[in-house]
């Protein structure tokens, strides 16, 4: 699962990463650790070339009434990679509104002992990177949900309750992950885990949006048997 992650470059960089431009007019800081539960207003690319804010928290285009959004986007901050076509709320989105969710790390939790606790993981190169998201338009809103799939062995060891992770897509995919017209079996190819190799992650504290939730701390009690990072 994929609940909180960063994006802590600046507009100028996402820009020129992406090749895109922040188009909404919002003016947009650095997020530290962007909780799903805070429905946070996210940078995503809809469409090659611009960058606007969506919701986090999917609200699928048929929902009658606010009771029933408000309830049913508690439930689609991810879309499983596995059966994402025949889900009622993604099967429309990943066919014809795929996006690009921007981010720089993500955050998982590892099971020890009776206890949980927090790693940050983000690429080697310290990059910005587009996680594989749909979208949805209801009642002139715009919501998104993050895909997810099987993780990596990396991330595996982390998050070794669930083991799964955001879909990151390579740069080289990215427009075509954007593009219309592709079939299922297109679609499919590009959700797999991203290669752990290019990953590093360490443990953190629990804190909310602010830098301190991306520092290194060492748990005692914590040692896992192979190194990770």
């Known amino acids: 699962m994929c609940f909180n992650y960063s994006v802590t470059k ?3 960089e996402i820009e020129e990463r992406f090749e895109a431009e922040f188009t909404d007019g919002e003016h947009f800081s650095r997020i530290y650790n962007a909780f799903a539960l805070d429905f946070p207003s996210m940078p995503v690319i809809t469409e090659a070339g611009s960058i606007r ?14 009771e029933k959004a ?3 986007r508690k439930m689609t901050f991810n879309a499983r990679a596995e059966d994402i076509f025949e889900t009622p709320s993604f099967r429309v989105p990943v066919r ?30 310290g ?3 587009g996680m594989a998201g749909i979208w949805d338009r209801w009642e002139g809103h715009d919501t998104f949900s993050i895909i997810t799939t099987e993780a990596n062995p990396l991330v595996a060891e982390i998050h070794n309750t669930k083991k799964r992770m955001p ?12 593009s219309e017209g592709l079939s299922e079996g297109d679609i499919v190819s590009m959700l797999g ?10 443990p953190v504290a629990r804190h909310g949006n602010t830098p301190e939730a991306l ?4 748990y005692p009690e914590l040692k896992l048997q192979r190194r990770l990072f």
């Open 10 to 12: 600046e507009p100028e």
């Open 53 to 66: 804010f969506l919701t986090w928290g999917l609200i699928p285009f048929w929902v009658r009434g606010v």
């Open 70 to 72: 408000e309830t049913i």
């Open 96 to 125: 014809k509104r795929r996006c690009l969710v921007i981010a720089d790390g993500f955050f998982e939790w590892h099971h020890r002992g009776g206890r949980r606790y927090p790693y940050y993981l983000r690429l080697k190169s």
């Open 127 to 129: 990059e910005a990177f």
């Open 167 to 178: 879909v990151i897509l390579e740069p080289s995919m990215e427009g075509g992950w954007l």
């Open 193 to 202: 885990p991203y290669p752990q190799e290019e990953m590093e992650g360490w």
């Open 215 to 218: 520092e290194r701390v060492d």
